[in-house]
Structures are given as structure tokens and as C-alpha cells.
């Protein structure tokens, strides 16, 4: 099933039936939860939920300390959801982007920082056109010091006086993480046009402006 976001694509672009069949592939072969080894001497996780998580890669990606970014589903109740099943919005899951960086090299702090300012954190039925549970926004804390700085930044934007409504964003704990399917991997990068129509379908860009002015969308590069 094609969510609202493939849809001005596929009747512009007529690549309808390319997806379909890359949704078809994908879902064929069974996925498991995300399981990271590095030899690195350190290697930090940290999981964002902001709406469509094509969009949500792209500015961890172009952060310097940040080793991976993979996109996926968590918080929900089923094993190994599909995308399909993932866009009924009855699965719990929330389509979410899973970091993996070197602390010495960046802060949890400027990840949180990044994250904020590229989502819509008022808007409590999802992101931007993007509508429905699997779309809601959500910081999924690893340990008690995210938790805190999660709920600390929070906190200093609901008394910032810089929006009107409160922030609807939620703060749980991390839960299993399952890698999406592999075309919806760095989706962005590696189908700009298809991309780029959406994204200014979408008004993703207006809206952070609005909200965020000036400081919208740090680390995102031009496509």
C-alpha cells in the first residue's frame, strides 16, 4: 500500500509500480532487529522519531562524529513489521532513525539539537503532510543521561516562548529497533528527484521556517 507520500510520485513520476516491486522484494525476506558491532573504542546509539524518516537521515548523516544512520521501526508491539504494515498505523511503531556516533567526536547534546530543529514538535497527529501514528514525533532514550538531557531540552522549549501550543514530542525508552527495507535506506541521496518532489509536496521547508526561522534544518546539505 502506497502511503500519502508515494503517491504524488508515483502519478508524476509513474514509478508506482518500481516501488511496489521493491516493497515486494523486501518484504520476502524476513529482517531482524538491528545488531551493531564496531571496533571502534567507542560507539554511542541514539533513536529519533520525526515524521518521515527519509527526511529525518539526512541531517545526522552530514554530522561529523556520526558513524551510521539507519532507518526503521520501533515502539511497537509486532516482530519484524513490513512497511506496509507499519502504514495501517495499528502496529504502534513509529517510522524512526537509528544513530550510531563517536561521543568524542559529537555530543548528545548537538544530536538532540539537530533533531529538534528539523521536526515540527507541536504537532501531535504527524509531520508536516505526513498524518497518522507512525508519523508521530518521539525521542527514544537509551540510558538515564539521554533521558535527561532529552527531557531537559524539552523542557527549555516549552518555556522559550518560541511556540504558541506546548511540546506534544514524547520522551519512552528505546525499544527493539527493526531495520525498514532496503529502498527506503538513504532514500534521499539516492532518489533526489523522487525526493525532492515530495519534500516540497510536503511543505517541510515552509513549516520549519516558520517554527524554527533561521536555525531550521541544520546539517542538511542541497540535494
Known amino acids: 500500500m502506497l502511503t500519502s507520500r508515494f503517491l504524488p510520485l508515483a502519478v508524476a513520476l509513474g514509478i508506482g509500480a518500481a516501488i511496489a516491486g ?47 544512520t539507519t532507518v526503521g521501526y520501533t515502539g511497537g508491539t509486532r516482530a519484524n513489521p513490513t512497511y506496509e504494515d507499519v502504514s495501517t498505523g495499528t502496529t504502534g511503531h513509529l517510522e524512526s532513525v537509528e544513530v550510531h556516533y563517536d561521543p568524542s567526536k559529537v555530543t548528545y547534546d548537538r544530536l538532540l539539537y539537530i533533531y529538534w530543529h528539523n521536526i515540527d514538535p507541536v504537532t501531535a497527529d504527524g509531520q508536516f503532510c505526513d498524518r497518522g501514528n507512525e508519523y508521530h514525533t518521539a525521542i527514544f532514550y537509551h540510558n538515564d543521561a539521554q533521558r535527561k538531557a532529552a527531557e531537559a531540552t524539552k523542557e527549555q522549549l516549552d518555556k522559550s516562548g518560541l511556540f504558541k501550543s506546548p511540546v506534544v514530542t514524547k520522551i519512552v525508552p528505546a525499544s ?41 534544518e541544520p546539517n542538511v546539505p542541497p540535494m
Open 22 to 68: 521493491s516493497s515486494v522484494t523486501a518484504k520476502a525476506s524476513a529482517r531482524s532487529p538491528i545488531v551493531h558491532t564496531s571496533h571502534a573504542a567507542e560507539v554511542d546509539t541514539a533513536t529519533f522519531a520525526g515524521g518521515c524518516f527519509w527526511s529525518m537521515e539526512r541531517p545526522f548523516d552530514n554530522t561529523t562524529g556520526v558513524i551510521s
Open 176 to 216: 527493539t529497533f527493526w531495520k525498514a527495507e532496503e529502498y527506503h535506506q538513504h532514500y534521499a541521496d539516492r532518489n533526489p528527484v523522487q525526493y525532492g518532489l515530495y519534500r516540497a509536496g510536503c511543505g517541510r521547508d515552509a513549516r520549519l521556517k516558520e517554527l524554527w526561522g533561521s536555525s531550521a
